[in-house]
């Protein structure tokens, strides 16, 4: 299975988090939520407007902080375009190790990225207020997936519509 020379591949993602501060009213806490935590949130891999990357990307792990239990999540076998994302309350920002893995045609190793996951406002202050009127802090960051030489499997996984 020959390497495709001088083909450079590009597939566009986002990852991040989503955080919302608990409210009665507009994110009640679920029951059996320990007492400190303060937000709910997720953080995900996934397409730009949720295009499907399944056929390139084929499991996500998510290692969050060791004061959450289970700290290592392995999200797998998702519908194509639906995020792979771990859902958790909380009450602290930590940094979360993120390790993408990709189908077994395209024989390449695993990727590491490192995401903050905010749960506060931040920025300038005009950001800040428009987090704390949408009562959501995102954080995202849209990443290009370089697949340098791939091999002729993959390029055909790749290209083809
Ligand atoms: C801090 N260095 O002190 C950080 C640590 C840890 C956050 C934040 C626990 C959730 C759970 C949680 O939110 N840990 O108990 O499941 O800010």
């Keep these: 299975n020959k390497r495709c020379k001088g083909v450079q591949i590009f597939r566009p993602f986002v990852f991040g988090s989503t955080a919302r501060l608990f409210d009665p009213v507009t994110n009640p806490k679920p029951a059996g939520t320990p007492d400190d935590h303060t937000h709910s949130w997720t953080v995900f891999v996934k397409g730009v407007d949720d295009v499907d990357i399944t056929y390139w990307c084929k499991k996500v792990t998510f290692k969050l902080h060791d004061s959450i239990p289970n700290p290592t999540r392995i999200i797998e076998n998702v519908q194509p375009g639906t995020p792979f994302q771990v859902s958790e309350t909380g009450w602290g920002e930590f940094e979360i190790v993120i390790k993408i893995y990709y189908v077994p045609e395209a024989s390449e190793k695993p990727q590491t990225l490192y995401h903050h996951l905010r749960l506060h406002p931040y920025g300038t202050d005009a950001e800040k207020e428009e987090m704390r009127t949408k009562g959501e ?22 290209t083809s519509p």
Excluded: A, G, K, R
Aim: proline share 5%.
């Design 137 to 158: 802090v995102i954080s995202w960051s849209y990443e290009e997936q370089l697949f340098n030489e791939p091999n002729e499997q993959f390029f055909d996984l790749l």
